[in-house]
C-alpha cells in the first residue's frame, strides 16, 4: 500500500509538478529576501552601536585618529572573515550614530537599505527630514545606489508632488494623492542638449533618443506607448505627443510638449485630448486619463485659474535642459550629455 502510494507520488503529471515547483520556488526565493533583509538590518544595528560606543569614547576620553586606526586593526585581526573595519568605515559608523541618535527608536527605516546607500545620503544631505524621505523612497522603489544618487544630485525631495494640478477636484482621494506624487515641477532633463529657441519636435525627438533617461526621470510605473498617436474624432485626425500608461496608478498618461511658456489654451486642448483616450482607447478596468503639460515656463497663478474649471485630471509642469549657445542650431539637439562623454573617457 505505502509502495503504491509513492510510486503514485513519483508519477505526478507534469503540469501539477510544475505547479508544485513553482510554489516551492517562490517560498524559497522570499525566504532569501526576508533572510537577506535581516541581516542587513543586524549588520546596520551592529555599526550604529559601534559607531555609538566610539563617539562616546571619543567624547569623555578624548579618542583620536591613532586610536580608531588601532581599534580597526585589532577588529581584523580578530575577525578576519568580516569586513568594514577600516579607519574610513569606523569613521562612518561614528558619523551615522551621531545623525541617527534616535536609531533604535524612531528611525529604524534606515536599517532596511544597504550600508552604502546611508552613507551616500548622510554625506549629501543634512536635514533629517530630507534624508527619512530619500530613504523610505529607496525602500519602496528598491532604487541601486547610483539611482539614489541621480534623485539626490537632481533634488528630487523638492521637486516630487510639486506641478500645478487639479487632482483633487477631478480624481478620488486615494487616486489624487498617488497622481500628485508621480509628478514633479521642475522635471531636469538635462541630458538633453538643445537649441534656445527649440520647437515641440526638437524637444520630443531629444526626449526618446534618451527614452531609458526620460523614462527614469518620470519616475517608477511609466510605460511608453507610443509617440504623436493618432486620434479620430468627428472624421478629423489629432495626435497625441507622448502617451504612456502608469501600472500603480492603473491609467493612461498623456504628455504634451510646448517649448514655450504656459498658455491657457493648452488646458483645453488637453482636456479635449483625455475625453478622446478615455472613450477610443481607455479600457472599462483602466482609472480615468491623466494629462501632463511640460512646458518651458509658466506663471502658476494663470495655471491655477485655467485649471479650474476643467473636468479632466491635468497637471503642468516646467522643464530644464541643457542649452548650448555657442555651436550651430543643427548640431545642438545631436550632442552627447556631459555624463556620456565622460563615461566614454572613464571606460577607455
Not at 532569501?32 to 566610539?54: D, F, H, M, P
Not at 531636469?188 to 531629444?206: I, V, Y
Not at 479632466?312 to 539637439?333: C, F, H, M, Q, R
Amino acid at each position: 500500500m505505502t509502495q503504491g502510494v509513492i510510486e503514485q507520488v513519483q508519477t505526478a503529471p507534469p503540469k501539477e509538478y510544475k505547479v508544485f515547483l513553482k510554489e516551492i520556488k517562490e517560498r524559497i526565493l522570499s525566504s532569501q529576501v526576508k533572510a537577506a533583509v535581516a541581516v542587513n538590518r543586524e549588520l546596520i544595528t551592529l555599526y550604529w552601536e559601534i559607531g555609538s560606543a566610539i563617539s562616546k569614547k571619543q567624547l569623555k576620553e578624548g579618542w583620536g585618529a591613532k586610536t580608531l586606526e588601532k581599534l580597526g586593526q585589532d577588529l581584523k585581526s580578530s575577525f578576519p572573515n568580516m569586513k568594514g573595519f577600516s579607519r574610513t568605515n569606523l569613521k562612518y559608523m561614528v558619523q551615522f550614530a551621531r545623525e541617527y541618535p534616535d536609531f533604535q527608536k524612531g528611525q529604524q527605516a534606515v536599517g532596511q537599505i544597504p550600508w552604502g546607500h546611508n552613507i551616500l545620503i548622510i554625506q549629501k544631505l543634512s536635514s533629517l527630514e530630507e534624508r527619512l524621505w530619500y530613504v523610505k523612497k529607496t525602500i519602496e522603489n528598491g532604487w541601486s545606489r547610483s539611482v539614489l544618487d541621480t534623485w539626490i544630485s537632481s533634488n528630487l525631495y523638492k521637486r516630487q508632488g510639486k506641478a500645478v494640478t487639479n487632482f483633487t477636484k477631478t480624481l478620488p482621494a486615494h487616486q489624487s494623492d498617488l497622481a500628485n506624487q508621480i509628478l514633479k515641477d521642475p522635471y531636469c532633463f538635462d541630458f538633453l542638449t538643445l537649441r534656445n529657441k527649440h520647437d515641440e519636435q526638437e524637444l520630443e525627438l531629444g526626449l526618446l533618443d534618451h527614452i531609458q533617461k526620460f523614462l527614469l526621470e518620470l519616475g517608477a510605473g511609466f510605460s511608453f506607448v507610443g509617440r504623436q498617436v493618432h486620434l479620430e474624432v468627428g472624421e478629423q485626425d489629432f495626435y497625441v505627443d507622448l502617451l504612456f500608461y502608469h501600472f500603480k496608478l492603473r491609467c493612461f498618461v498623456v504628455v504634451e510638449l510646448k517649448a514655450t511658456d504656459f498658455k491657457p489654451e493648452f488646458a483645453g486642448k488637453m482636456n479635449f485630448y483625455l475625453s478622446a483616450i478615455d472613450d477610443l482607447v481607455k479600457q472599462p478596468d483602466d482609472k480615468p486619463s491623466i494629462g501632463l503639460l511640460l512646458c518651458k515656463g509658466k506663471n502658476k497663478v494663470v495655471a491655477e485659474y485655467a485649471l479650474r474649471d476643467i473636468n479632466k485630471p491635468i497637471g503642468i509642469s516646467e522643464y530644464e535642459t541643457e542649452i548650448l549657445e555657442s555651436l550651430p542650431d543643427n548640431l545642438k539637439s545631436s550632442l552627447p550629455s556631459i555624463e556620456e562623454i565622460e563615461r566614454e573617457l572613464q571606460e577607455k
